[in-house]
């Protein structure tokens, strides 16, 4: 297996890398949560108290990961905390260099974006929606909380109506989102647990994706994994390389900051770079 460390040899696995991606024949992009957080996506430190240094005052909480699990005593503090989220991260935020480089790598090949992602930040630097499969949701959508229906709706508005109106860690309860269909409370489309909506868009999305997969079986298709950890391996990396493994014309690319790895079956076939997401792709380009 071939892995960098920052500074050390890295122009050469760049460079092949680039021979890669040019003679693949598809590439189809895994992305995890270290690409945003290399664009600047991060949920702790001095973003997280920038937006929540009261929430964290009072809840003792230190990041927005486990604000968004928290037991707020009240919808209206449930919303008041995630609008902001919400908000910071995905409406009126920058793609992230990160992606905008990306995109620059791949615009003319034949492409498809599997993620795990869902602060919308590939369509904000120019991907192709109907490129894109968004398995674990979307932060610009909302659902029933039950639910009822198999069906999501867009946020933004209700979203920016909760920013500007909300005082002391609470939303006005006049603008608490109910369910159209059976007026329980909505809640946000995020693969957390068997509660999750898969509407239309989203199975759209998944056909999409099986027929690239199958349109490409077989010939030279560029795995590019990039900042997919341990969370959830079963959506990208462990289906990644059993693809690589079955077709001897398939390679594998991994950059990631600590896990930049791939099973000795497929390491001839496989370039790992161990190190920054943004930096890796500015040599790449």
């Not at 005082?167 to 603008?175: G, Q, R, V, Y």
């Amino acid at each position: 297996m071939e892995t960098y460390l920052s500074g050390r040899n890295s122009g050469g696995h760049a460079e092949k890398l680039k021979d890669w991606l040019a003679e693949a024949e598809a590439v189809i992009v895994g992305a995890g949560a270290g690409l945003s957080t290399s664009a600047g996506f991060t949920y702790s430190g001095e973003r997280f108290t920038e937006n929540f240094a009261d929430f964290e005052k009072r809840f003792g909480f230190h990041d927005m990961y486990s604000g968004g699990f928290y037991p707020f005593p009240s919808l209206e503090m449930f919303w008041a905390y995630w609008s902001r989220m919400i908000y910071v991260n995905r409406y009126d935020q920058p793609a992230g260099k990160p992606y905008e480089d990306l995109l620059r790598l791949v615009r003319d090949k034949n492409c498809f974006v599997l993620t795990t992602n869902v602060d919308h930040r590939f369509q904000t630097a120019g991907f192709d929606k109907a490129r894109l499969f968004y398995t674990q949701g979307d932060y610009g959508l909302f659902q029933c909380s039950v639910p009822c229906h198999q069906k999501t709706y867009d946020n933004e508005t209700a979203v920016r109506a909760m920013l500007a109106e909300q005082k002391d860690m609470k939303i006005p309860s006049e603008l608490i989102p109910l369910c159209p269909v059976c007026g329980k409370p909505m809640t946000t489309n995020l693969r957390a647990d068997n509660t999750f909506v898969e509407d239309e868009g989203w199975h759209a999305a998944s056909a999409r994706y099986d027929a690239f997969i199958g349109e490409n079986e077989g010939k030279k298709v560029l795995y590019f994994e990039l900042g997919v950890g341990m969370n959830t391996p079963g959506i990208i990396k462990y289906p990644f390389w059993q693809r690589v493994y079955r077709n001897p014309k398939a390679r594998y690319a991994c950059i990631n900051l600590e896990m930049a790895y791939a099973p000795a079956e497929i390491e001839s076939r496989s370039v790992c770079i161990a190190g920054d997401i943004g930096q890796a792709l500015e040599k790449l380009l």
